[in-house]
Every structure is written in C-alpha cells, then in structure tokens.
C-alpha cells in the first residue's frame, strides 16, 4: 500500500510541478534527463530534502523498507540509531545495486523511525550515500514500533532508473 501510495504521490507531484525558469532549470537539472527535482518560490522551505521530483522515461524500482539486519539475519547496533541507519543504507545500497539502480537514482525515501528525534543523526548519515544537491523526496513518519522491538528505524527508496 505504501508503495502505491508513493508512486501516486510522485505522479500527481509531476502533474502539478509550477514551471522554472531556464536559470533553475539548469541549477536543478540532473545528469538523467528521466528526473528533474523541482523547486518552487510557492511551496514552504524543504531542508534535507525536495519536495517533488518529476519523472519522465526511464524505469522505476521500489525497494522494500530496510532495517538494520546484516547477512546473517542480526540486528546491527541494538539501541544504536547511528549504527543502524548506516546498516540500514547500506541495505538499500545493496538493495539498489541489485536491481542496476544506484543512490543518485533515487527519488524518494520513507522513514519510520521509533524516535523521530533522531533525524538529525538519520540525516547526517543518510548524506553519505545521497545527492545532497538534489535530495530524494521524502517523509518521516514517528511509529510507536517497528516489526520487531529492537529496531529504531526502517527506510524505503524509489529508484528511477534511465532507459
């Protein structure tokens, strides 16, 4: 459902994106003509991240939310919220790389942290991996639990991928 719900809201963002100037067009612009990330005077300041991407062409992948599991099926940095988002990312890296997508494919991410307070260590680890010129779109959400009680935080991506 989540999902659906984010491939809609990237298509109805591209229907109603306001127009650029050629000027931010090519401040804007990304190496992938598929995905522009627009920016607009008429919505309120994104820090960290855009408020919507537009995709044309190209193929997309969803990546199921991530958590801080490693190969064997552990959990990585048990109360550890830096630890496990950078397993978590990792994850989605491995995730991306799997399905010939990388970071700067990237378009959207869901966050469900258990402590929403913790976005600033999120972010600062979340901006090793990302464009941080042109940040994915993206949504926290503050979850009273995750799947099982030792996660903090879960993360979901989609990628588009040029043709």
Same mark, same amino acid.
């Given at each position: 459902?989540?999902?659906? !719900? %984010?491939?809609?809201? *990237?298509?109805?963002?591209? =229907?109603?994106?306001?127009?650029?100037?050629?000027?931010?067009?090519? #401040?804007?612009?990304? %190496?992938?003509?598929?995905?522009? /990330?627009?920016?607009?005077?008429? *919505?309120?300041? %994104?820090?960290?991240? +855009?408020?919507? &991407?537009? &995709?044309?062409?190209?193929? !997309?992948?969803?990546?199921?939310?991530?958590?801080?599991?490693?190969?064997?099926?552990?959990?990585?940095?048990?109360?550890?919220?830096?630890?496990?988002?950078?397993?978590? /990312?990792?994850?989605? #890296?491995?995730? !991306?790389?799997? %399905?010939?997508?990388?970071?700067?494919?990237?378009? #959207? =991410?869901?966050?469900? /942290?258990?402590?929403?307070?913790? *976005? $600033?260590?999120?972010?600062?680890?979340?901006?090793?991996?990302?464009?941080?010129?042109?940040? $994915?779109? +993206?949504?926290?959400?503050?979850? #009273?639990?995750?799947?099982?009680? $030792?996660? =903090?935080?879960? &993360?979901?991506?989609?990628?588009? &991928? $040029?043709?």
């Amino acid at each position: 459902m989540r999902i659906a !719900l %984010s491939g809609m809201c *990237l298509l109805l963002a591209g =229907l109603f994106s306001m127009p650029q100037t050629e000027k931010e067009k090519n #401040k804007m612009g990304q %190496s992938q003509n598929a995905v522009r /990330f627009v920016k607009s005077e008429n *919505l309120p300041p %994104s820090p960290g991240y +855009s408020q919507v &991407v537009e &995709v044309r062409g190209g193929h !997309l992948v969803y990546v199921a939310g991530q958590v801080a599991m490693d190969r064997a099926g552990k959990v990585v940095g048990e109360g550890d919220i830096r630890a496990q988002t950078q397993q978590t /990312f990792e994850n989605l #890296k491995a995730a !991306l790389e799997a %399905s010939g997508a990388k970071f700067e494919n990237v378009v #959207k =991410l869901n966050y469900y /942290f258990t402590d929403i307070t913790q *976005l $600033p260590v999120v972010r600062e680890v979340r901006d090793k991996f990302i464009n941080t010129t042109n940040p $994915p779109a +993206s949504t926290a959400v503050e979850v #009273k639990r995750l799947f099982r009680e $030792p996660y =903090l935080i879960e &993360v979901e991506a989609v990628a588009v &991928v $040029p043709e």
